[in-house]
């Protein structure tokens, strides 16, 4: 088989994948927690967060997203002394000085970060009626995260 060959057949299966992702036909992939840096991250807020998962490879307002979920008790609707403005604040911090040093530069790049903080562990993907929770999204573009708008 030719190289030209070789690479009509790549491009076939990647699009076919990616359309697989986009349907929700494959499961999402998510990091395990052994291979995600552990232990608390301090904002600028004072809030003290801790990564809970990386979610990669799901479909996104601008193709890929990779989604950072942490948990933040500083937020919690009862005692929680971060408002919501402040904890954007620390989201915007979090996409330019955490996630974007941890996207893997192997395989397809995300068009979108997405950052969650919530104060309980809330499985992905579920609700839960007293957790509070906060998500921003972010375009990348030149190595900095723009905000979206949902």
Do not use: K
């Not at 600028?44 to 809970?52: E, R």
């Amino acid at each position: 088989m030719g190289n030209g060959m070789s690479a009509r057949i790549f491009l076939l299966l990647a699009a076919v994948l990616a359309a697989m992702v986009a349907a929700g036909w494959l499961l999402v992939p998510r990091a395990p927690a052994g291979s995600l840096p552990q232990g608390a991250i301090s904002l600028p807020s004072g809030q003290v967060v801790t990564l809970l998962d990386v979610i990669t490879n799901v479909p996104g307002s601008d193709g890929l997203a990779s989604r950072f979920r942490f948990l933040a008790p500083a937020i919690a609707r009862a005692g929680g002394t971060v408002d919501a403005d402040t904890a954007s604040t620390d989201m915007d911090w979090v996409c330019t000085n955490f996630a974007l040093g941890h996207i893997s530069n192997i395989g397809p790049q995300p068009g979108q970060v997405i950052i969650s903080f919530s104060d309980m562990d809330v499985p992905f993907g579920e609700s839960h009626p007293e957790a509070t929770q906060f998500f921003n999204a972010y375009s990348i573009a030149n190595g900095t995260c723009i905000w979206d708008m949902f």
